[in-house]
């Protein structure tokens, strides 16, 4: 639990302020699971979690930033926070470059870059109607490369 509200602490200052933060997400997304490209042992693939994403909020309003939950390939709880900045976006389609901070708590030592059980991700994100997918290069030393995938919906 002390790591969600540290989490809700980073996001509300990377936000910009309370003001923007208070008046709610844009948008919610729900992770459903992941694919790891070339692997060389066992991950699990089914990575239920969920995502609340600001709009827009930084950068001259450009960049959108998230903070959710999920289960990650593990099998333990991660705490991330997100952005994400468009490169096309249209009510039917988008195409975003984005970055993440991710806990994998015990399992930091599993990636080529960490800062203890905190991962940094970087990708790109891919959205038609309400389905999502990312594409992240390998950050691992078991996989070429990671694919996940889910259902974002608006809030507003």
């Known amino acids: 639990m002390m790591q969600v509200k540290q989490a809700v602490l ?7 302020g309370a003001t923007a933060v ?3 997400p844009d948008q919610i997304s729900i992770l459903l699971g992941s694919h790891h490209v070339g692997a060389t042992r066992d991950f699990e693939e089914f990575n239920p979690g969920v995502i609340v994403t600001w709009k827009e909020l930084l950068w001259q309003n450009r ?3 998230g903070i959710g939950m999920f289960r990650n390939s593990y099998g333990d709880a991660s705490v991330v926070a997100t952005t994400a900045f468009p490169l096309v ?3 039917i389609w988008g195409l975003d470059l984005f970055a993440a901070l991710a806990t994998y ?3 930091g030592d599993q990636f080529s ?3 203890g059980d905190v991962v940094p991700i970087a990708g790109l ?3 038609y109607r309400n389905v999502f997918v990312q594409a992240i290069p390998s950050g691992g030393n078991s996989v070429d490369a990671t694919l996940t995938y889910g259902l974002t919906f608006a809030l507003e």
């Open 10 to 16: 980073a996001a509300s200052v990377l936000a910009g």
């Open 113 to 115: 870059h960490s800062i």
């Open 89 to 91: 976006r249209n009510q």
């Open 105 to 107: 708590p015990g399992e």
């Open 125 to 127: 994100q891919a959205r």
């Open 22 to 24: 208070d008046a709610g």
């Open 63 to 65: 960049l959108d930033v």
